[in-house]
C-alpha cells in the first residue's frame, strides 16, 4: 500500500460515524501523511482535526465537501486548503445548514405519509450538532428494522425516484466555487463517475467546472475499476485540471473501504497535493 495522500475523509460532524479525533487516529495507523477531512457543507469538525493530526504528525488539509445542483442534479465541490474563518465560505455554509435541516423536515414528512413515523426525531438524534443527510436517514431506518442496509434503505426509500427521496436545492456550482477561491482553497469536483449524468453531460459539467475556477477533478475515489482511473487522468489532463485522491470514508462500518486504500493517482496526472499542505501553502505564498 502507498502513502499518497486521503483527500476526502467524513467525520461525525457531518455522516461519518467516528469523531474528528478517532478518524485522524485511524488515518495515523493506516499510514497516511497527509489527509483532509471534508465534511458535507460543515467546518465544524477541522479544528479538532487539525489538533489530533499534529499530535500524530501527520499533513493536515482543511476541507469541506459543497453539495452543489447542476442541471438539476446534485453534485459535489470539495475545497481544499481553505480558511475556516473565510465570512463568504461560513455565510454560504450557514445558509447550507437551514436548507439541510428544511429538506431533512421534508423527507420526515414523505416517510410519515407511509406511516414511518418518528423519523425526524431519530435523524436529529443521530445527527446530534450536524445537519441530518440522508446518511442519518439510511442509519435510522435500519436501526428501526425498516431495511436491512443503508444502501438497501437508499434503494428502497431514499434514492432518486423513491417515496422518501427530496431533491435538495443546493449551491450553484459557480457559487461554491467561488466561496473556496474567497476562502484561498482549491475547487475539486468530487467521484464525477457517481454523478448522475451521461458522458456527454459529465464532459459539460467538467467543462463548465473548469471554466469557473475549478482546480483539479478527483481523479481516483475511493476502489474503482482501473479504466475508470484512466479516463478520468484523460479528462482531468484535457481540461488543465489537477488531479485528487480521496476515499470517501464514512466510518468502519464500510468494511470495504479504510483511508487511504485505494489505486495511486497515474503519473501523468499533476497532484492537487503539491499546492497543499506545508509544503504547498509556502509555494503559495512565495507565488
Ligand atoms: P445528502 O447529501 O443528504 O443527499 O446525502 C448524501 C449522502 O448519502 C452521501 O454523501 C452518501 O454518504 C450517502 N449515500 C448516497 N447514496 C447512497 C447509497 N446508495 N448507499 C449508501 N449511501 C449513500
Ligand atoms: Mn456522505
Ligand atoms: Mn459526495
Ligand atoms: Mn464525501
Known amino acids: 500500500m502507498d502513502r499518497q495522500p486521503d483527500l476526502h475523509l467524513h467525520s ?35 479544528a479538532a482535526a487539525a489538533g489530533a493530526a499534529r499530535v500524530h504528525g501527520i499533513d493536515f488539509v482543511a476541507g469541506v465537501e459543497i453539495s452543489c445542483s447542476w442541471a438539476g442534479v446534485g453534485v459535489h465541490v470539495l475545497g481544499l486548503g481553505i480558511d475556516a474563518d473565510c465570512p463568504a465560505l461560513t455565510a454560504g455554509l450557514a445558509g447550507l445548514d437551514g436548507r439541510r435541516r428544511a429538506r431533512a423536515a421534508a423527507i420526515a414528512a414523505r416517510l410519515e405519509k407511509r406511516r414511518i413515523a418518528g423519523a425526524l426525531e431519530g435523524v436529529r438524534a443521530l445527527a446530534g450538532e450536524a445537519a441530518p443527510t440522508r446518511t442519518h436517514f439510511a442509519r435510522w431506518l435500519v436501526a428501526a428494522g425498516l431495511a436491512p442496509t443503508p444502501a438497501a434503505a437508499h434503494k428502497r426509500y431514499l434514492a432518486r425516484g423513491r417515496p422518501a427521496h427530496v431533491a435538495g436545492d443546493w449551491t450553484p456550482l459557480a457559487e461554491a466555487i467561488g466561496w473556496i477561491g474567497a476562502a484561498g482553497g482549491v475547487a475539486v469536483l468530487a467521484h464525477p463517475a457517481r454523478c448522475p449524468l451521461s458522458a456527454r453531460k459529465l464532459r459539460l459539467l467538467v467543462a463548465e467546472f473548469a471554466a469557473a475556477g475549478g482546480g483539479a477533478l478527483e481523479v481516483v475515489s475511493g476502489p474503482q475499476p482501473a479504466e475508470r482511473t484512466r479516463f478520468l487522468a484523460e479528462l482531468a489532463t484535457a481540461h488543465r485540471l489537477m488531479g485528487s485522491r480521496g476515499s470517501d470514508f464514512h466510518g468502519p462500518e464500510q468494511r470495504w473501504l479504510a483511508p487511504g486504500r485505494m489505486a495511486a493517482l497515474p503519473p501523468t496526472v499533476t497532484p492537487v497535493w503539491g499546492v497543499l499542505g506545508a509544503a504547498g501553502r509556502a509555494r503559495r505564498v512565495r507565488v
Request: proline residues 3%; without cysteine; glycine residues 8%.
Open 12 to 46: 461525525s460532524a457531518s455522516d461519518g460515524t467516528l469523531d474528528p479525533e478517532a478518524l485522524v487516529a485511524l488515518a495515523s495507523r493506516e499510514g497516511l501523511e497527509m489527509i483532509a477531512l471534508t465534511d458535507h457543507d460543515t467546518i465544524a469538525g477541522l
